[in-house]
């Protein structure tokens, strides 16, 4: 079986999609009779190509980067038609059985492209989805005719959580999607001992809008109107680092507050074994990994009621409105206060995990690509 997949994030760049690409692969690694080739994109000048595995291999194209973690539309045109280009040489040299697009736009569009020489199936991903991420209100207007099209012609268009299904739909009412959700690598992240005597709270997220970070700095005034012993650690950067350790200093709360900015993959399964509560305050999500990564090292989660995310919370967590501070800090204040009630929660979020391993993800696509082909 020959695979041409194509996704314009891949670590370092993007965020949860880029993982879940880089963890599928790694499945995919371990079985021979699956030959892989991914189109992706890189903060290199020059056009870059590796061996994932002796199975797997990896085109990065040049797409003039400036922020790993935020994209352009220029770089994402930029990716398209490099994109497009290099898959006209890709037929040339193989013969490929399917194509697989993460991200309906752009990928999915690249895909529909070359639909006459193989069937291709989509992921949807967050903001590829109308009415996901605001930033891009103005563009929606223009791209749901294209993005129609592109599921509509699509051999089969995946959703990772159901939040996001019932968005789509709302775009498409008669398109079949499936779910796959997000997995985690349960023996990367594990839970640890904790050391409760200042209770450690975690954010992983990109410093951007959409994440809500905001609101988890305006909960502290609140919390340390309860209690002083706690720590919050925020890792990621973005493009509202400055702002967010502005308003920290404005509230006068950076002593409480750490901002550890990028930190490598490798290094992020002790931050997180290391703390002791998980809090995600998106104003919208799909399925996010770091709420994954948070469960599997056994932490309660606070997270808001939005897209994939309020699926993963079943006994775990504590889901807030989006947007409210108050909540946020009610929530926390009760976790630090009930041992048990937060290692309770803990225990279950592992328990929750340890069922949605990436190998089982890897399994549920590859029947979608024999079932396709």
Request: glycine share 6%; proline share 4%.
């Amino acid at each position: 079986m020959k695979i041409l997949m194509l996704n314009y994030e891949f670590p370092p760049l993007g965020g949860g999609a880029s993982n879940a690409t880089k963890y599928i692969l790694k499945e995919f690694s371990l079985k021979p009779d699956i030959k892989v080739d991914l189109v992706t994109s890189s903060a290199a000048k020059e056009m870059q190509e590796e061996r994932f595995s002796e199975n797997i291999t990896i085109y990065k194209l040049p797409v003039n980067k400036k922020n790993i973690h935020y994209w352009r539309s220029n770089e994402i045109f930029l990716y398209t038609f490099s994109a497009i280009k290099l898959v006209k040489k890709l037929f040339k040299k193989n013969k490929y059985d399917l194509c697989h697009a993460f991200f309906g736009i752009p990928c999915g569009f690249i895909a529909y492209l070359f639909r006459k020489n193989i069937p291709y199936i989509v992921s949807l991903r967050g903001s590829d989805v109308p009415g996901f991420n605001k930033r891009f209100s103005f563009q929606y207007v223009f791209l749901k005719p294209i993005i129609r099209i592109v599921w509509r012609n699509a051999r089969c268009v995946i959703a990772n959580s159901k939040g996001l299904k019932n968005l789509a739909l709302e775009t498409n009412p008669e398109q079949d999607i499936k779910i796959i959700y997000n997995g985690i690598d349960i023996n990367e992240f594990k839970p640890a001992g904790k050391n409760d005597d200042t209770i450690k709270i975690l954010c992983v997220s990109r410093l951007i809008k959409r994440k809500g970070i905001e609101y988890l700095i305006k909960s502290v005034p609140l919390i340390l109107n309860k209690t002083k012993c706690f720590k919050i650690t925020i890792v990621g950067e973005g493009n509202m680092e400055h702002e967010l350790k502005n308003l920290a200093n404005k509230l006068d709360v950076s002593k409480y507050i750490e901002f550890r900015g990028y930190v490598k993959h490798n290094k992020l399964p002790s931050i997180y074994s290391d703390s002791n509560i998980f809090v995600l305050p998106s104003l919208n999500e799909g399925m996010s990994n770091t709420v994954l990564e948070a469960m599997a090292s056994g932490l309660p989660i606070i997270t808001t009621d939005t897209g994939g995310t309020r699926e993963l919370i079943k006994d775990n967590g504590i889901i807030v409105p989006m947007g409210d501070s108050e909540a946020i800090a009610d929530a926390i204040i009760r976790l630090i206060n009930d041992s048990k009630l937060r290692e309770g929660m803990g225990e279950k979020s592992r328990e929750i995990a340890e069922n949605m391993s990436w190998k089982n993800v890897a399994e549920e696509y590859l029947k979608i690509y024999e079932k396709v082909i």
